[in-house]
């Protein structure tokens, strides 16, 4: 059997390659593994930095965690809040490509508009949209000139969820819309045509035609607006502080206050480990699932 011969100078691209990887593998060791061991031995202690305990406690901490109802009631809040998130981001966003895709006057300041919230500073934005929800804000200013009595935004419980929901689709519906139109600017011309010379309407041909073949941006575009969705802090922080009651209270912040205001670490740990494997899951689930409704994939 003949040797195979190694070309010259491969060990040296073998090299330049590994020192171009490098910096990513150091990287993410660092600030991803790192700090995913290191938050799953925290949640095995009870770490109170008050009153200098670092003690093993091995799983009560998840144990406590399954049997507080402040963490169920978050996991709710986030439910709730992530499908009102998504249902309304992708609607809006795909509805906002399918207009940009029609070619009309005027669709890149249309584009601009939409797209500008998304460079816009996160708690800047917040900050503005808490001064027009506020009782005597700029919104409900507006509703009285046409003599309707705007409610308390932010501190009603459906308001304040609404509220918190419309203010991120509008921060991020932007960068959405844009997916969806350079998926739908892929969609081969003929193949509409094709589909309008069969008899097919311009809605029989965007969904037998158009969403499968930009199938895979949809699932991208759900993916990233799911795990976003679980993630949210700074919009709950600025704008209710996770109330009123508990009615805004997500995973995300409710593991900011047991961990920043209660100064119990341990358990905030063991509630970061459970965010961690409810995105995961759901992810992998997403995944798992294309199959069933991703029908054209690259």
């Given at each position: 059997?003949?040797r195979?011969r190694?070309?010259?100078?491969?060990?040296?691209e073998?090299?330049?390659?590994?020192?171009f990887?490098?910096?990513?593998v150091v990287?993410?060791?660092?600030?991803?593994?790192?700090?995913?061991?290191a938050?799953?031995w925290?949640?095995?202690?009870d770490?109170?930095?008050?009153?200098n305990?670092?003690?093993?406690?091995g799983?009560e901490n998840?144990?406590?965690m399954?049997?507080d109802?402040?963490?169920?009631d978050?996991?709710?809040?986030?439910?709730?809040?992530?499908?009102?998130l998504?249902?309304l981001n992708i609607?809006?966003?795909l509805a906002?490509?399918v207009?940009l895709?029609?070619?009309?006057?005027?669709?890149?300041?249309?584009?601009?508009f939409?797209?500008?919230?998304?460079?816009v500073?996160?708690?800047?934005w917040?900050?503005?949209?808490?001064f027009?929800?506020?009782?005597d804000?700029?919104?409900n200013g507006?509703?009285?000139?046409?003599?309707?009595?705007?409610p308390?935004?932010l501190?009603?419980?459906?308001?304040?969820m609404?509220?918190v929901i419309i203010?991120?689709?509008?921060?991020?519906?932007g960068?959405n819309?844009?997916l969806f139109?350079?998926?739908?600017?892929?969609?081969?011309?003929?193949?509409?045509e094709?589909?309008?010379?069969?008899?097919?309407?311009?809605?029989?041909?965007?969904?037998?035609?158009v969403?499968?073949?930009?199938?895979p941006t949809i699932?991208?575009?759900?993916i990233?607006?799911?795990?976003g969705?679980?993630?949210v802090?700074?919009?709950?922080?600025?704008?209710?502080q996770g109330?009123?009651?508990?009615?805004t209270t997500?995973?995300?912040?409710?593991l900011?206050?047991?961990?920043?205001?209660?100064?119990?670490f341990?358990y905030?740990s063991?509630?970061?480990?459970?965010?961690?494997v409810?995105?995961?899951?759901?992810?992998?689930?997403?995944w798992?699932?294309r199959?069933?409704?991703?029908?054209h994939?690259?």
């Amino acid at each position: 059997m003949a040797r195979t011969r190694r070309l010259p100078g491969s060990r040296g691209e073998a090299l330049t390659g590994y020192a171009f990887v490098l910096p990513q593998v150091v990287g993410s060791a660092a600030f991803v593994i790192g700090p995913l061991i290191a938050v799953f031995w925290y949640s095995l202690h009870d770490w109170n930095v008050l009153a200098n305990k670092f003690t093993f406690v091995g799983g009560e901490n998840y144990e406590r965690m399954f049997d507080d109802p402040g963490f169920s009631d978050s996991l709710r809040v986030s439910a709730v809040f992530s499908v009102g998130l998504v249902v309304l981001n992708i609607t809006l966003a795909l509805a906002l490509a399918v207009m940009l895709n029609q070619k009309m006057r005027g669709t890149a300041t249309f584009r601009a508009f939409f797209f500008s919230p998304v460079v816009v500073s996160l708690v800047a934005w917040t900050i503005v949209w808490g001064f027009l929800l506020q009782a005597d804000g700029g919104i409900n200013g507006f509703l009285q000139q046409v003599g309707i009595e705007g409610p308390n935004w932010l501190r009603e419980g459906p308001t304040a969820m609404a509220s918190v929901i419309i203010v991120q689709v509008f921060k991020n519906v932007g960068l959405n819309m844009v997916l969806f139109l350079a998926a739908l600017q892929s969609v081969p011309a003929e193949l509409r045509e094709a589909a309008r010379v069969d008899g097919a309407s311009a809605w029989r041909t965007f969904r037998s035609v158009v969403v499968p073949l930009i199938s895979p941006t949809i699932l991208l575009v759900t993916i990233l607006t799911i795990v976003g969705s679980l993630q949210v802090f700074a919009q709950i922080a600025v704008l209710t502080q996770g109330g009123p009651g508990t009615s805004t209270t997500v995973l995300v912040y409710y593991l900011y206050q047991q961990a920043f205001q209660f100064k119990e670490f341990g358990y905030a740990s063991a509630v970061s480990v459970a965010l961690f494997v409810l995105v995961a899951v759901l992810t992998l689930v997403q995944w798992q699932t294309r199959k069933r409704w991703v029908h054209h994939e690259v």
